[in-house]
């Protein structure tokens, strides 16, 4: 089973590092795939441009075997649909299941991404917690009772090719892509809440 970890990555930080670590072991994921998204469909356009996004988690995950940047939604020209990148990931591991990992706040708005029923028929999902202090901890009780019928423990979600929900517990981190731009704009240190390569990059291509 491969692991799908798509976002901004705006910059990567250890929130989404540890986090795909902590799932891939839980899972036995034969590895994690780090999608940039290229046009966000959902949010505000991003800071950083896609091509440096990609570079920044490039940079990241160098040296983690396992870990794989997939540039797929940034070369795809329109919206980045979750929906699309599953269609194609499959066409390229047509014997391998997919496990779209999401954070709380992602699975809360899961309802609203692009035909995200169909998201189920490609692939699982497994939900990793943010932070507690987070507002955003809490999962949606309408999204919630809309999978209801699809949650599975661990080890039945390892069985599964697709259609199954399941709750992982990962390690807190109360870092946001967010804070950390904020720190920079505010020249605060940034050191310490991701990978140095990736704050060097940061520095050396005056990013932010
Ligand atoms: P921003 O602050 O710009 O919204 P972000 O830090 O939330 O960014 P994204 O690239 O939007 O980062 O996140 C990609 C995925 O990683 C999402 O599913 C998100 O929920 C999850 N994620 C981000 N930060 C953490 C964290 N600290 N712990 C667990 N999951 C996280």
């Not at 797929?72 to 599953?86: A, F, K, N, Q």
């Not at 599975?152 to 804070?179: E, H, W, Y």
Request: aromatic share 8%; proline share 5%.
């Amino acid at each position: 089973m491969i692991g799908i970890l798509g976002g901004t990555f705006d910059p990567i930080h250890y929130g989404h590092l540890r986090t795909a670590l902590d799932v891939q072991q839980c899972l036995s994921l034969s590895e994690v795939r780090f999608i940039p998204c290229g046009e966000p469909p959902h949010r505000n356009k991003p800071v950083a441009e896609p091509l440096q996004r990609l570079a920044m988690v490039r940079a990241a995950i160098a040296g983690e075997k396992t870990f794989v940047a997939d540039d797929r939604e940034i070369r795809r020209h329109g919206p980045s649909y979750m929906v699309d990148t599953l269609a194609s990931l499959k066409k390229d591991f047509k014997s391998e299941s997919l496990c779209l990992i999401l954070g709380t706040d992602a699975f809360n708005g899961l309802e609203q991404w692009y035909q995200w029923q169909r998201i189920l028929d490609l692939a699982n999902i497994v939900v990793m917690q943010r932070p507690a202090c987070d507002s955003k901890v809490k999962l949606n009780k309408r999204v919630l009772t809309l999978l209801k019928q699809r949650i599975v423990d661990v080890d039945t979600m390892k069985r599964s090719d697709n259609g199954k929900v399941c709750f992982v517990p990962v390690t807190q981190l109360d870092i946001s892509a967010t804070t950390i731009r904020q720190y920079w704009q505010e020249n605060k240190s940034i050191h310490f809440f991701l990978p140095d390569s990736v704050l060097t990059l940061i520095q050396q291509q005056n990013i932010y």
